[in-house]
């Protein structure tokens, strides 16, 4: 992308170029990363970012804030109407930031949480023993069954009926299957608890309508807006009305002081760009894509967990070849493809090793990536983890990926949404 010059010679410009030609060259395929347009850049990069504006619109600490208040009531407004909720707070620096306010904001510290094991595809901000959650909060876990590798309605509705939880949460980092909301609510209903659901991967997935929603089930939903949404880094709520001032108070003053609002200006860019039949175009290649990818690896003999995927990522288990997911993400990190080891449900192995890796196919789909694309990226995949060390299969792939990210530059394929 064109940017300023500079007099400052600064080494931060030349990692930033660096880091720039890498993801050029670099197929990315790490599920929670993806490639935000030229116009999400851009109001990135403006004088918003020097506005202090502590508060909400119309109700500010500073003066001067009349413009990043338009801003704001835009994002707001965008939000609402995406998701079709009653109300939204646009403000959390990002997902986690926006769990602790919904946590904070839900419940008393010590009451119980009943979320997805951290194992089984949960996030750190469901109760990590070292997170706020976990050190806060009485975590409870439920998990994906042995032999299916999905959750099961019926164990969870029992696991809530036995722990009674105050809030039951839902959402996950790594599971490939729809969620059912409206099961959820109805077991947090029968055991008089609330529902917070995170859709951070998948909040994309929702505006676009190839997800169903969980805006209609739950008291209160956390998202981050820069996986699937294609927005800039950050988090986002959006809850039925009766839980606004709560949450406003918890996100600010409870967790954090002035908001980004460069950020919220961006959230706002990417928010009407999520409104767009473009992006409902977007959002279903990328599914199509993820089932095109898991199709191939399966046919080339590599097991998809739960056997397969619905939404735009999958675990791909790669123990039966005899590796790890640490040496799986390396042997491909060689090849340019970038990708993250993952632990697969009921892992022998520990996080830093594991038995899978993690591929997600939204920042792929946004450079333009379509079936056919997919097709020669799924052989390449399963051609390295076959014969991660065998330089010539390598050198050939680097070769397919030098084809495929030359024929589809971030830069051109993002000018607009
Ligand atoms: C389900 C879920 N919630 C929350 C987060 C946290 O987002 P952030 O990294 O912006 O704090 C993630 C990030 O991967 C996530 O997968």
Known sequence: MERPRFASDDPVWKAVGAEERRQEA??????SENHTSTEVL???????????AEGYPGKRYYGGCEHVDAVEELCLARARS???????????????????????????????????????????????????????YEIHSYGVEKESERIDMERVRAQAQSVRPKLILAGASAYSRTL??????????????????????????????????????????????????????????VCKEPWLKKLNSAVFPGGQ??????????????????????????????VDNAATLARVLSERGLRIVSGGTENHLMLVDVSGLGLTGAQAENALGAVHITCNKNL???????????????????????RGLGHNEI???????????HAPSDESVLRRVRGVVAELTEAFPIHVALASP
């Open 82 to 136: 995406l998701f079709g909720a009653e109300a939204a707070n646009v403000q959390p620096h990002s997902g986690t930031q926006a769990n602790v306010a919904a946590l904070m904001a839900m419940l008393e510290p010590k009451d119980k949480i009943l979320g997805l094991s951290l194992d089984h595809g949960g996030h750190l901000s469901h109760g990590h023993p070292k997170n706020f959650s976990g050190l806060f």
């Open 180 to 237: 059912d909301f409206a099961a959820f609510a109805s077991i947090a209903r029968e055991v008089g608890a609330l529902l917070l659901v995170d859709q951070a991967h998948i909040a994309g997935l929702v505006a676009a309508g190839v997800h169903p929603s969980p805006v209609p089930h739950a008291d209160v939903v956390t998202m981050t807006t820069h996986k699937t949404l294609r927005g800039p880094r950050g988090g986002l709520i």
């Open 26 to 31: 670099h197929l990315e395929l790490i599920a």
């Open 344 to 366: 697969i449900p009921y892992d022998p192995q520990p996080p830093m090793k594991a038995s899978g890796v993690r591929l997600g196919t939204a920042a792929v789909t946004a």
């Open 257 to 286: 002081g002035g908001p980004f609002m460069h950020i919220v200006a961006a959230k706002a860019v990417a928010l009407r760009e999520a409104a767009s039949k473009e992006f409902q175009a977007y959002a279903r290649a990328v």
């Open 375 to 385: 097709l020669r990226l799924g052989a390449a995949i399963a051609d390295v983890l």
């Open 42 to 52: 851009a109001a990135m990069g403006t004088r918003l970012t020097d506005k202090y």
